[in-house]
Structure formats: structure tokens, C-alpha cells
């Protein structure tokens, strides 16, 4: 606990890949009360420990925030090596248990019957509340680190969210990021994904649909949507709303957008220095008409529902 908070701010930011996560968490952690490492999972298994770089620069294993964290963490009895977060919510037991524990059966009521049965599963709770402790940990340990009381985390894990607000003492918040579908597709086209584009735009539409869900589990002030689009095209306007979301004062906010020193792992994004925010629309000179139509299919109502025409 730092700044002497009763609880700590954790603030997710929900949203598919390719949808401006990365550089939004790292425009917020400019704010002196607000820390981020990116994502909170850690290093992805492709990724080479040893020379793997923390956004600082300096390699992951000999960066002195990554070795400062892992002193907090011993601190809060928990070992931690950054090469190794060990913060995923990946849970053992059959494949088709696994499916089961983090699937959305869309209907809230039937979440909730499953939610049920499994916290009934005696090895499946102390497996649930081990990674909650190890998760509070590590978002302390960081907090305690860099001074600050909120935490912004951009991972895409699907039962971190419930199970900290099941097990955990945080105090939770989540923003539902939005972009175009058109936008998402085109950028996972461009990076050669081994999918097509009505497909894409299918799982854009099936993964915000589960995130509008998950959300709807806390209160209205805890949750808040965010688009893409608005955020480039005003970033002080989107990130002073973003500051009283999260507790914390807009006028705190230093003039320059990007923090002096940051610590993040997570996409390339995280490396680069942007002078300037701009607002990515070149779906419009890559994407067919045939892809564009596909697209519409694919992403059905949900595109609409959430404005994008």
C-alpha cells in the first residue's frame, strides 16, 4: 500500500489486440499517481529472457525496477522473477475443464451456476486464491516501487478480473476500450494472421460481447467505455476523464503526454518514443470492399451497437 490508501486502485483495461491498450496505459502512467507495467501476465513464452528488454531499455533481468519489485515481493513472501511473472490465471485439470471455467455461456445466470459449481471444487479455490494473493502482491510490490496508489494493467486474461473481485481486497475498476472493427481487422491482416476477414471481425464481436458482460458485474462507477477513435483525436480530454475515473486529480498531470521513465512489457509499441498521437484509420486504403462486406457479417450487431456504421 503506498500514499497511505486504504486499498489499492487496480484498473483494467479490457479490449481486443491491436486496439491502442499499450499506449493508453502508458499515456495514464504519465499522471504521478498512476502506474503500469504493460502487462501484467509478463513475458510471453517466445519471448527470450535474457535478452529481453524492459521498455527502459536496460535488459528485463538487470533492470533495477524489475530487481526492486522482486525484493517488494519477497517482502509480501512471494519469490518473483522477471523472466517468470507466474501471474496467469491458468488452471490445470482437463482441457475441457479449462474451457468450461473460462468460457461466457451468455447468460448471466448461467455464469453465475457455473461460477458456483467450481467454487465448490476445494483444489480449484486454493489454486484461484494462491493466484490472487500472488497478483495483489505483485500490484503492491510495484506500487510500493514507483510511489503511486493506482495500477493499470492491459492483459487479456479472462478470469483476472472476476477472480480479484471474488478474492482480492482491491479496489476494482475496468475501461472497456472500443475500436473499429474495420481498424482491428485490417491491423491483423497487415501482421499476416492465418485468418480471414470475416472471421476476425466474428471474434472482435464475441470477445467484446463477453467483455460488455463481464463488466456488467460491477457498479456503473466502476466501469467506464473508452473509443479508440475519440481518445486520439482528443488525448487531454480523454485522459483528464480517464484521471477522475480512476481517483485521481487531471490538473496532476504533467504537460508532457509521455511519462520520463516507464517499465512495461507487453507488444513493440511499449519501445517506441511518439511525439505525437494520430488516429490510425488506414483500414480504409487497405481493406477491400469484399473484405469490408465480410467484416459487416462477421461483426453483426455488435459493430453497430457500439456506433461503428
Given at each position: 500500500m503506498t500514499n497511505g490508501a486504504a486499498q489499492p486502485v487496480f484498473v483494467s483495461i479490457q479490449t481486443t489486440a491491436f486496439s491502442g491498450a499499450t499506449l493508453l496505459a502508458t499515456l495514464l502512467a504519465a499522471h504521478p499517481e498512476i502506474a503500469t507495467i504493460g502487462e501484467m501476465n509478463g513475458l510471453i513464452a517466445r519471448e527470450d529472457p535474457e535478452s529481453y528488454l524492459c521498455s527502459c531499455g536496460q535488459r528485463i533481468k538487470l533492470c533495477a525496477f524489475w530487481q526492486a519489485v522482486g525484493s517488494e515481493m519477497l517482502r509480501r513472501g512471494q519469490n518473483f522473477d522477471a523472466a517468470d511473472f507466474s501471474t496467469q490465471f491458468a488452471l490445470g485439470g482437463p482441457r475441457v475443464v479449462q474451457h468450461l471455467r473460462k468460457r461466457s455461456?451468455?447468460?448471466?445466470?448461467?455464469?453465475?451456476?457455473?461460477?458456483?459449481?467450481f467454487a465448490?471444487?476445494?483444489?480449484?479455490?486454493?489454486r484461484i486464491k494462491q493466484l490472487v494473493a500472488r497478483n495483489q502482491a505483485l500490484i503492491e510490490s510495484v506500487l510500493a516501487v514507483t510511489g503511486k496508489r493506482v495500477f493499470v494493467d492491459t492483459s487479456k486474461d479472462r478470469l483476472r478480473l472476476p477472480m480479484l473481485r471474488r478474492y482480492s481486497s482491491l479496489d476494482l475498476r475496468a475501461v472497456h476500450?472500443?475500436?473499429?472493427?474495420?481498424?482491428?481487422?485490417?491491423?491483423?491482416?497487415?501482421?499476416?494472421?492465418?485468418i480471414d476477414a470475416r472471421e476476425a471481425a466474428r471474434q472482435w464481436a464475441t470477445l467484446?460481447?463477453?467483455?460488455r458482460r463481464t463488466l456488467s458485474a460491477l457498479p456503473p462507477?466502476?466501469?467506464?467505455?473508452?473509443g479508440y477513435e475519440a481518445f486520439c483525436s482528443d488525448v487531454r480530454s480523454t485522459l483528464a476523464q480517464l484521471d477522475r475515473f480512476c481517483g485521481v486529480d487531471p490538473a496532476r498531470r504533467p504537460v508532457d503526454l509521455w511519462p520520463e521513465s516507464h517499465h512495461i512489457v507487453g507488444n513493440e509499441m511499449r519501445l517506441k518514443q511518439i511525439s505525437e498521437i494520430r488516429l490510425d484509420e488506414r483500414w480504409r486504403s487497405i481493406l477491400s470492399?469484399?473484405?469490408l462486406a465480410a467484416i459487416r457479417w462477421?461483426?453483426?450487431?455488435?459493430?453497430?451497437?457500439?456506433g461503428y456504421r
Open positions: 455461456f451468455g447468460h448471466p445466470r448461467l455464469n453465475a451456476l457455473r461460477d458456483a459449481l465448490a471444487w476445494p483444489a480449484e479455490v486454493r476500450l472500443l475500436r473499429d472493427v474495420r481498424g482491428v481487422v485490417a491491423s491483423r491482416l497487415r501482421r499476416g494472421a492465418a467484446h460481447e463477453r467483455i462507477d466502476k466501469r467506464l467505455q473508452i470492399e469484399d473484405q462477421g461483426a453483426g450487431s455488435t459493430s453497430l451497437r457500439y
